[in-house]
């Protein structure tokens, strides 16, 4: 999947398909609530993880460029790109 990825990007035909194979030998996987929970709660640090990494470049980026009046947080937050998958 690795190699798919970094020879042919995540919206390539081979990436989709290894994606899709191993999404579907998960699906045979029963997993018990104890380890759902452990891998929800693992997502949701690396949610935190990234929500933190953003704040920090938001205000490195408001505060200096602000001091020079080049920007507002208002207008960092309208022109940053969105997570289009």
């Known amino acids: 999947m690795k190699r798919a990825l970094a020879e042919h990007g995540h919206r390539s035909k081979e990436y989709i398909r290894v994606r899709d194979q191993i999404g579907n030998e998960l699906m045979n996987i029963r997993f018990t609530a104890r380890i759902i929970e452990r ?35 208002r207008s960092f937050l309208a022109a940053r790109p969105t997570c289009a998958g």
């Not at 949701?44 to 020079?68: F, P, Q, W």
């Open 39 to 73: 891998l929800c709660d693992s997502l949701r640090g690396m949610v935190d993880e990234v929500r933190s990494h953003e704040r920090e470049i938001m205000n490195l980026c408001v505060t200096r460029a602000a001091c020079c009046g080049l920007i507002s947080s």
